[in-house]
């Protein structure tokens, strides 16, 4: 048996290591241990350390700018964020519609003209949507067909159609249906200002 060297500080001999000569210890799997793997088993060649599932929110800053959306009916890449509304009003029964942008030239003059239509002549049967919600809806729509006429004619997305604008809301017979409420409202005004003034 080798002698150990005495301790620097007393002198003592210092007593033997009983671990001394030991065989490296052993791990679950039943592999010697390697210097620096605290599982005992190297690692195996090509690997690679697992990943982030979400690699996208390890950008580092400052994020990437996220692309300005196109038309959500065709894609196209000039577009305005404006909805398009219709308003259906029959006695106490009023129903409210509305189609959220972002649309391009062509799809937005297109909705325009069918909702307005579609108000024009199913809008005024209700005395709140008389005075109030149809008139409301004409404006709104009128505002949405001028940011609409702004943008540039623009191309679809591939694999991806516009709308077909159609006539004009003027040429389109059902808008006219509009005149009966409206000539109807004109005389009870007419009438009762001709009563008050009596």
Partial sequence: ?????????????????????APPAQNPYGQPAAPGNP??????????????????YAAPYPYAQAPAPGCRNCGALEAANFAVRAHVGVLIVMRFHSVDGPFCRQCGRALVRIMTTKTLWQGWWSPFSLVFFTPFTLVWNLIASIKFGKLEPSEPAPGRQQLEEGPPVYARPLAYVAIVPLLWATWVVANVIADLSA
Avoid: D
């Fill in 39 to 56: 599982y005992g088993q190297p690692a195996a060649p090509g690997y690679y350390p697992p990943q982030s599932p979400h690699p996208q």
């Fill in 1 to 21: 048996m080798t002698t150990s060297p005495p301790n620097p500080y007393s002198g003592a001999p210092v007593p033997p290591n009983p671990y001394a000569g």
